[in-house]
């Protein structure tokens, strides 16, 4: 394995698979796969169906009935998980150390060999779809999906990742076979692997579990989102508390400006209590629980979201504060102190998140399946660093009030 980062490793195995390697003295180590496929491939008639898949290699395999393969890696302890984002969907266990090839054998039959039983279809069917009603329950939650829909209309990012019942009723076991042989592919995936066992010993086990991957890779057919016209929409639910997003289409994870955005959107209103708007709107006035602020980067483009709550009769006043901040961030430069504290800040929030172990190898295979290879702390401090006041003033003018959209229920 080539030495791509001082504790990274790097091998990329003829078939087109690349093999990350994470060394670790830990009791607890990690293996899985992230794959470069998520909801926004998902096509139309058929959303929901990266998730879908995601939730059903679970349910028998050509060697294993659903019943042996939840007790695989419990009954020694560990844990098997899997998630799926707008691109990527990762399959992943968690587990004592000792138990690397049983770890492996099992991921590689899941990815490969997942029959999808009808019986195991329609039982899940039923699960996603309570899972689809309890969300839109929660209106914190459900807004984001409904300002995805609206900002994104017309591409794969404008779905919920769920799907929707009359989607879910459309797949078939062959349908969801299919979908496993076109995007479960050695080229767009990467293994990863944290533990004891050495670079070389993880290419023998890759080899003698993976090397099977089909080579081949179904194109993906992702339409970029063109830049949206600014809305203002406003919808009745009939519920006590207004909800908010307001947000607007960035430029994605291969831009520039990514690390310029994420610090302006940390600094509006990123997790410390001492953002902008926690500090305007909570700590002076008190008119909300809280406000957050994110960017998501995907391949092609990035989203900016602002979220709050408040009381109804607060909502115009709160609006009109974070129009305030947000546009004295992108007219007038902060001052050598203030951008400094900033950059610590955030690079210190940086830290403390990764002191979270599986996040951390999480993120690194992200980081390798799309980068090729993950930012060494020090290089990610030195380009936090290097960013100059009018960076983030051009960054902030991004996010600036007359190019934001908003949604609100109330």
């Known amino acids: 394995m080539k030495n791509i980062r001082n504790d990274i490793y790097l091998h990329t195995m003829p078939n087109g698979l690349r093999c990350v390697h994470i ?5 607890v180590e990690y293996l899985g796969v992230a794959v470069n496929v998520g909801s926004r491939d998902d096509a139309a008639g058929l959303e929901g169906l990266a998730h879908f898949v995601e939730h059903t ?14 007790n695989r890696m419990e009954s020694c302890g560990g844990e098997l998980n899997a998630y799926t984002t707008k691109e990527t969907t990762v399959v992943y266990s968690v587990f004592p150390t000792g138990n690397t090839s049983k770890a492996a054998d099992l991921i590689a039959d899941l990815i490969t060999e997942s029959l999808f039983p009808q019986r195991e279809i329609d039982r899940e069917r039923e699960v996603v779809a309570d899972e689809i009603s309890s969300y839109l329950d929660i209106p914190s939650e459900s807004i984001y999906d409904d300002f995805e829909d609206i900002m994104f209309q017309g ?12 989607s879910l009723n459309r797949f078939t076991p ?3 076979r299919r979908y496993l042989s076109d995007y479960y592919t050695a080229p767009n995936m990467v293994l990863f692997y944290s533990g004891q066992s050495s670079p070389d010993q993880m290419v023998r086990m890759a080899m003698r579990y993976f090397q099977q991957l089909p080579a081949g890779q179904a194109p993906l057919k992702r339409i970029q989102p063109m830049e949206a016209t600014p809305f203002d929409i406003e919808q ?13 289409v960035t430029p994605g994870m291969f831009s520039p400006q990514r690390h310029a955005i994420a610090l302006a959107a940390n600094i509006i209103g990123g997790p410390g209590m001492n953002s902008m708007l926690n500090v305007e709107l909570r700590e002076k006035r008190g008119l909300v629980y809280s406000v957050e602020a994110s960017c998501a980067m995907m391949t092609d483009c990035g989203l900016f979201s602002l979220y709050f709550g408040c009381d109804p009769e607060d ?3 709160c609006r009109r504060i974070i129009s305030g901040t947000m546009s004295r961030l992108a007219d007038s430069p902060l001052s050598p102190i203030r951008l400094a504290k900033a950059k610590k800040q955030y690079l210190g929030q940086i ?19 799309y980068h090729g290879r993950p930012l060494t702390p020090a290089q990610r401090a030195e380009i936090v660093q290097s960013l100059t006041a009018d960076d983030l003033m051009q960054a902030a003018r991004l996010l600036a009030p007359s190019g934001l959209s908003t949604l609100i229920f109330r």
């Open 23 to 27: 060394p670790s003295t830990s009791e």
């Open 57 to 70: 290699i679970f349910k028998g395999t050509a060697r294993r009935k659903s019943w042996h393969i939840i």
């Open 155 to 166: 591409t794969g990012l404008g779905h919920n990742i769920l799907g929707n019942k009359e």
């Open 174 to 176: 062959e349908i969801c």
């Open 236 to 248: 009745n639910r009939h519920i006590h508390q207004a909800h908010t997003i307001i947000g607007t």
């Open 315 to 317: 909502l115009a006043r």
């Open 351 to 369: 830290t403390v998140a990764g002191d979270n172990r599986e996040s951390s190898v999480l993120s690194a295979a992200r980081a390798v399946l």
